[in-house]
């Protein structure tokens, strides 16, 4: 009651995992030097394989928006036509980046919520075969909902265009054959589910990408890729790294091993489905249903209610953070993560803090009962793997 600790519940910047955080401490290393020569391709070399590709990898130090540009700047050329699929703030930003660059973009729109069907992208594709990209999100943050990127690259694959995903926060909550399933740009964030703080970005290339970029004219310098793989093979970075980041980032890919990918996935998975079922036994309802996501899942204010209440009463009597929503939809949804340093705990303690809040503002709840939804979805999995 009189001691709160702040807990980070929202779906970036996520919590830390505690030996990354002890790692930075160790910054003191030039990049120019030795230790980090041996360092680096360590770190390359684990990303890869926590990617789970054969496709090169190559480390950014920015936001994920950083390496979102990367994708477009190093294998386009000013009036390539694109297809862009566009369902919230965050595929709003792919077709802010196609602007900039002065791509040829096939807007493909969803509403929020909603996700762009497969099929769109199908006859976008027989209707512009001259296009040489689609982009799209593999979890749309912004609404809780996640594309069939299975489908969608099936699709692609068939074609000459590129297909560039959006993973920054489908990377560790859901499946992604990126090799199998052909995805030929996949892009990845920092503050996600690889438990470590915002400034650095990751991004696989394929043999496919690396061919246009061969051809690609847009302008860059420090977003260059090639010139990154270049000294990436070397050992090194092409610019100042993120030192502090790069330590923190060997920690959390060593723990991500530890457990394995596969279970990192499934952990998120099984907290997105708990919270699903915990919002229905509290009658409230997803803003997403159709095709929820496994990094955050957006849940409607009840009726009458503005959200910001809701992410208030968490902050102020509990020390929670969790987030609203963006946009046209501040006011309207709360969200919840569950990608990356997340425990059952943490959701017990979260879903007990909902019940107390919309008890606080006059809703009806039965205490316990949204807390218990959420203990039968965890009783269920142990027993899975105990059976």
């Known amino acids: ?55 090169d990898v190559l480390i950014l130090v920015s ?24 369902a919230g703030k965050f595929g709003e930003r792919w077709v802010e980046l196609a602007k900039a660059f002065r791509l040829n973009a096939v807007v493909l729109t969803a509403d929020y919520g909603d996700v762009v069907a497969p099929q769109r992208v199908e006859q976008a594709l027989q209707e512009n075969p001259d296009a040489k990209g689609v982009f799209f999100q593999a979890s749309e943050t912004s609404t809780g909902a996640a594309h069939d990127v299975r489908a969608i690259a099936e699709i692609v694959k068939k074609t000459g265009a590129l297909c560039i995903v959006d993973a920054i926060t489908g990377l560790g909550t859901m499946p992604l054959d990126i090799d199998g ?12 589910a690889f438990m470590i703080p915002p400034g650095l970005a990751f991004v696989s290339v394929s043999a496919k990408a ?9 302008p860059r310098l420090y977003f260059d890729l090639k010139k990154e793989k270049k000294m990436a093979d070397k050992g090194e970075s092409a610019w100042t790294p993120n030192v502090s980041h790069i330590l923190a980032l060997a920690e959390a890919l060593k723990y991500i091993k530890e457990i394995g990918m596969d279970n990192l996935v499934q952990n998120a998975m099984l907290l997105a489905r708990a919270t699903r079922e915990a919002a229905a036994a509290l009658g409230l309802e997803l803003f997403a249903p159709g095709s929820p996501s496994s990094s955050v899942t ?28 963006q946009g046209t939809m501040k006011g309207q949804i709360f969200r919840i993560a569950h990608l990356g340093y997340f425990d059952f705990p943490d959701l017990f303690a979260m879903v007990a803090e909902l019940e107390l809040i919309l008890h606080s503002k006059g809703i009806p709840v039965e205490f316990g009962k949204g807390v218990a939804a ?3 979805v965890y009783a269920e999995a142990v027993a899975g793997r105990q059976s």
């Not at 994920?64 to 699929?85: H, P």
């Not at 690396?210 to 847009?218: I, Y």
């Not at 849940?299 to 987030?323: C, H, L, T, W, Y």
């Open 298 to 325: 957006a849940i409607k204010a009840p009726a009458g209610m503005d959200s910001g209440e809701i992410v208030k009463g968490f902050r102020n009597q509990f020390g929670s953070i969790i987030a609203n929503g």
């Open 1 to 55: 009651m009189h001691i709160k600790k702040q807990r980070l519940l929202t779906p970036g910047p996520t919590p830390l995992l505690p030996r990354a955080l002890h790692a930075m401490m160790a910054s003191d290393i030039h990049h120019r030097t030795q230790d980090f020569i041996k360092l680096y391709p360590v770190v390359l070399r684990d990303l890869k394989e926590v990617y789970g590709t054969q496709n």
């Open 374 to 376: 959420v203990q039968r």
């Open 63 to 86: 936001s994920g928006t950083g390496a979102l540009e990367a994708s477009v700047s190093n294998f386009f050329s000013e009036g390539d036509k694109v297809v862009v699929c566009s």
């Open 181 to 192: 399933w052909g995805l030929d740009i996949v892009v990845g964030g920092s503050q996600k």
């Open 210 to 218: 690396w061919e246009m970029n061969a051809a690609a004219k847009l």
